[in-house]
């Protein structure tokens, strides 16, 4: 798995916060205990105070250890259970002045020896999805809401079946990906006229594999281009456009929308080239979508690049009526 590495930084300070936050909440009650009930506020001195105070008793008199350790135990076990008996008198848990990690796994330092914790990995996830919505709208697309009866049920005899039993295996394909995605999974190509839910049906994917903690990069072909060109020529804000560059080209999935829009020159068939081939031969996962038909591609692209997107990408043929149109009309 791809890590933004912004984003798992972002992850790892909202855990600290959040450890922050904790460890400011007990000694709030601390506080508000030891106001009412002074003595635990002198059990829990005793008991930070004794193990060092024993142990080096112990060692400067030449006395054996394990009985002082064997004293200590015994001396803290009557002092817990007294402290435990004058907070349930207050009406309060035993535990209610005990530091509880939020993780068991990691004790809340975000590591499980040198490897990432699943807590972490959980809030990667959040701000992930956070991030992927600011330009999809993944909270109301999503494959329940995906409709098939707008879809047409007569057999078009030019494809071989209806529009509809092609879109719900169009369906059936996509919710397979992105159950089943793994950061080496097929690439995608989806194509077909405008309004038909490739963009649709992108989303749900970005949705439910973002979710799953895998990063996701998407954008239109426009915008693409328009970040390559900005690293190059410097007509804008470089550091930005080089963030973007890099979640391109490193992210799990990179998901290209409206291919075929942008303007054709030589630029930016080289820039999409680039891109699509770094990915390819990293084995970095695609989804593009294109009005285009395949055989078209190559009267918009260079060979190279039509043969990359014929040769190895899965083709789903988008087809029925627009379905803007059909909304608007209902």
Do not use: W
């Not at 009930?37 to 005793?46: E, H, M, N, V």
């Not at 054996?64 to 848990?93: K, S």
């Not at 707008?150 to 159950?179: F, Q």
């Not at 973002?210 to 804008?236: M, W």
């Amino acid at each position: 798995m791809a890590y933004d590495r912004k984003i798992l930084a972002a992850a790892r300070r909202a855990l600290e916060r959040e450890r922050t936050a904790r460890a400011e909440a007990l000694e709030a009650r601390k506080r508000e205990v030891y106001a009412q009930q002074p003595r635990i506020r002198a059990i829990d001195r005793t008991l930070s105070q004794t193990a060092a105070a024993v142990l080096r008793a112990a060692l400067n008199t030449g006395g054996d250890p394990a009985a002082a350790i064997e004293g200590l135990r015994e001396q803290n076990l009557a002092l817990q259970a007294e402290r435990a008996e004058l907070l349930r008198r207050m009406g309060l848990p035993s535990d209610y002045l005990t530091d509880k990690p939020l993780c068991d796994q990691c004790g809340d330092t975000g590591y499980v020896g040198s490897a990432t914790c699943a807590c972490v990995k959980a809030r990667y996830a959040v701000l992930l999805k956070e991030q992927l919505s600011a330009v999809l709208p993944i909270r109301d697309q999503n494959f329940d809401k995906f409709r098939l009866e707008y879809y047409p049920t007569k057999v078009d005899n030019r494809l071989g079946d209806s529009p509809r039993e092609i879109m719900a295996d169009n369906l059936y394909d996509c919710r397979a990906y992105a159950k089943n995605f793994t950061p080496h999974a097929i690439n995608l190509l989806f194509y077909g006229s405008t309004g038909l839910g490739k963009t649709f049906l992108s989303t749900c994917i970005a949705e439910e594999v973002s979710e799953r903690g895998f990063s996701v990069a998407y954008d239109t072909a426009i915008n693409i281009i328009a970040t390559y060109e900005t690293i190059k020529f410097g007509n804008g804000n470089g550091e930005e456009a080089a963030e973007r560059a890099a979640r391109y080209e490193r992210a799990d999935l990179l998901i290209i929308d409206d291919m075929g829009t942008e303007m054709g020159t030589a630029f930016t068939v080289s820039a999409l080239y680039n891109l699509i081939n770094n990915r390819l031969m990293a084995k970095r996962p695609m989804i593009i979508n294109t009005n285009l038909l395949p055989e078209q591609l190559g009267d918009k692209y260079s060979p190279a690049v039509a043969s990359r997107l014929r040769g190895e990408f899965k083709p789903l043929h988008f087809v029925g009526d627009d379905i803007r149109l059909k909304k608007k009309q209902l």
